[in-house]
């Protein structure tokens, strides 16, 4: 007898059938499954033992393609997942949701977690930017203070290089004085 129930199953084929994982391993580690037990579902697939998941799955693209980004699903990152998954159910009511999360195979607690994990994220982007725009500032003013006193520093050297000039050709044309 199996573990998982049939709807699960159909779940994870689905999502492996869809390429919303770039890996078995990936799926494997997320629903916390053996990578061997995903490798018999395809197998079952592939050889038609699991034609009611296929079904399934047909019956699933056909409903859930006004959810989806025209994007191929297996080239999104895990963050573009997310964002999508907050943009597909930000204007669903409960209900609304809840259907989306069975069809999906999501659960709903996580879904409303993402939300909130966007906003922390994109607050800490916001803070990590003004703290570098701040020490950025203080770059700039070192940077100019140091500037500052090269300048002064150069026409100090400057200076003392024209007198030494100076010095030289006096002594040239008027030769070395002799202090007593």
């Not at 770039?22 to 697939?45: C, D, M, R, V």
């Not at 033992?49 to 999104?76: E, G």
Request: proline content about 1%.
């Amino acid at each position: 007898m199996s573990k998982f129930t049939v709807e699960f199953k159909e779940t994870i084929l689905t999502k492996l059938l869809d390429g919303d994982y770039t890996s078995i391993t990936a799926l494997a580690q997320h629903y916390n499954i053996s990578t061997s037990t995903l490798y018999k579902w395809q197998a079952e697939i592939k050889s038609g033992s699991n034609d009611n998941i296929m079904k399934n799955k047909k019956a699933h693209k056909n409903t859930s393609n006004k959810t989806k980004s025209s994007i191929p699903v297996n080239k999104l990152t895990e963050a573009q997942k997310k964002l999508n998954i907050i943009i597909a159910t930000s204007t669903l009511n409960e209900a609304e949701l809840a259907r989306y999360c069975r069809e999906n195979g999501y659960d709903i607690a996580m879904v409303k977690s993402l939300l909130s994990e966007c906003v922390e994220a994109l607050a800490m982007k916001e803070m990590n930017v003004i703290a570098e725009s701040h020490k950025l500032a203080e770059k700039d003013k070192e940077i100019s203070h140091y500037k500052k006193e090269l300048d002064r520093k150069d026409r100090a050297l400057s200076e003392t290089a024209a007198l030494l000039v100076l010095s030289k050709k006096a002594k040239a044309i008027w030769g070395e004085t002799q202090e007593d």
